[in-house]
Structures are given as structure tokens and as C-alpha cells.
T-cell receptor, first 112, second 114 residues
Framework: NAGVTQTPKFRVLKTGQSMTLLCAQD?????MYWYRQDPGMGLRLIHY???????AKGEVPDGYNVSRLKKQNFLLGLESAAPSQTSVYFC???????????FGPGTRLTVT | QQQVKQSPQSLIVQKGGIPIINCAYE??????FPWYQQFPGKGPALLIA?????SEKKEGRFTISFNKSAKQFSLHIMDSQPGDSATYFC?????????????FGKGTLLTVNP
């Protein structure tokens, strides 16, 4: 099992450009999460999904959109990137009724 | 409102020392308290977790101490090794309506010198 994978690993965008980050998990987990990690800020929840076709806002959702068309994939979109979105993005997943979240390796995004 | 406060921000110890990282929470509905370990360039990984019905949990060299009345919990690393150098995050969650979301502390960068 690959666990949780993220694509791409690194990306540089110019202000105003758009992009989509892909998260895939092969553990048949119902729940999936997108976090951003900034120095001194810990991990902050952007959006999450409790199942295929459902999404919900987390702590810092502004400027991001998500979609979960397939159970194994969770996409994070930036429609018009801003320098404030420079961060490391982590995806995580977990089974229902189980607390533990499994994290992907992260995507380092720089917006210039 | 920061629901989980973690301290210190950084910590340097010598090999064999016992670093202690502390967390305090506000929401008494939390019922699961994990610690995640993160190495540079990697995603966080669950290290150890505790429920509020016990005061201590040990797994190898890692121990969580939990004080429900004070709403505090801490991570102790016995006989620390250079390989333990990483960032540690405490977190808290509750079952039910919150969908088991994790609320993280801001992290502690631990350096264990040889």
C-alpha cells in the first residue's frame, strides 16, 4: 500500500495563477483532510470531507476550493493564488470511528 | 481562539536527557489526545495517544502524562537520542459532531545533541 500520496511535491506559482493539488489514498478511508503548515502556526485545517461527494470548511478555507468526486481522491484548488498561500500543504485520511489520521508527504507551494 | 497551547516552541537537550513538551487545552469535550512526530520534509506521523480515562501511557521511550483536572498533557522522551530530533505536535479531538477533527498545537522543535 502506498498510503497517502500527494502530487506535486513542489510548485512555484505567480500571483493570480491557479492550480490543483491532488491527494490520493489507497486505504479505503472515508474521511480526508487538507491542512496547511506555516512556521510557528502548526497545522491548520483548510477543508475536509466525510465521504465521496461531500466537503466541509475547516479553520482557514478562504481562497481554496475542494472536491471529492472519488472516495480515494481529494483535490485542493487555488483559483487565484496569493503570496499568503505560500505554505506546505498536507493531506490526511482516516477511517470512520477511528481517530488516527494518516498524513501524506506534503506539497511545498511558493507563490511569488 | 487557540484551543490547544503547546510549549516550548523549541527545545535542545543532550543525548540521554529527558525532554518534556507540554500542552494545555480548553475544550472539556475533547476525548482523544495524540502526539505527532514530524521529520524534516515528511508528513506528521502518529507517535502515541491517550484517552482521558487514564493518567499515563507509555510506548517504548515515549510517555504521555495526562492531568484531566488541569486540562494539561505532556510528552516525555526517556533516554533521548539524536534520531528523536524532530518537530512534535500535540493535538486534541472529540468524537461525535466534530467529525473527529484534530486541533493541533503549534509544535515544538526538538534537537537532541550527540
Amino acid at each position: 500500500n502506498a498510503g497517502v500520496t500527494q502530487t506535486p511535491k513542489f510548485r512555484v506559482l505567480k500571483t493570480g495563477q491557479s492550480m490543483t493539488l491532488l491527494c490520493a489514498q489507497d486505504m479505503n478511508h472515508e474521511y480526508m483532510y487538507w491542512y496547511r503548515q506555516d512556521p510557528g502556526m502548526g497545522l491548520r485545517l483548510i477543508h475536509y470531507s466525510v465521504g465521496e461527494g461531500t466537503t466541509a470548511k475547516g479553520e482557514v478555507p478562504d481562497g481554496y476550493n475542494v472536491s471529492r468526486l472519488k472516495k480515494q481522491n481529494f483535490l485542493l484548488g487555488l483559483e487565484s493564488a496569493a503570496p499568503s498561500q505560500t505554505s506546505v500543504y498536507f493531506c490526511a485520511s482516516r477511517m470512520g470511528q477511528v481517530y488516527e489520521q494518516y498524513f501524506g508527504p506534503g506539497t511545498r507551494l511558493t507563490v511569488t | 481562539q487557540q484551543q490547544v497551547k503547546q510549549s516550548p516552541q523549541s527545545l535542545i537537550v543532550q543525548k540521554g536527557g529527558i525532554p518534556i513538551i507540554n500542552c494545555a487545552y480548553e475544550n472539556t469535550a475533547f476525548d482523544y489526545f495524540p502526539w505527532y512526530q514530524q521529520f524534516p520534509g515528511k508528513g506528521p506521523a502518529l507517535l502515541i495517544a491517550i484517552r482521558p480515562d487514564v493518567s499515563e501511557k507509555k510506548e517504548g521511550r515515549f510517555t504521555i502524562s495526562f492531568n484531566k483536572s488541569a486540562k494539561q498533557f505532556s510528552l516525555h522522551i526517556m533516554d533521548s537520542q539524536p534520531g528523536d530530533s524532530a518537530t512534535y505536535f500535540c493535538a486534541a479531538s472529540r468524537s461525535g459532531g466534530s467529525n473527529y477533527k484534530l486541533t493541533f498545537g503549534k509544535g515544538t522543535l526538538l534537537t537532541v545533541n550527540p
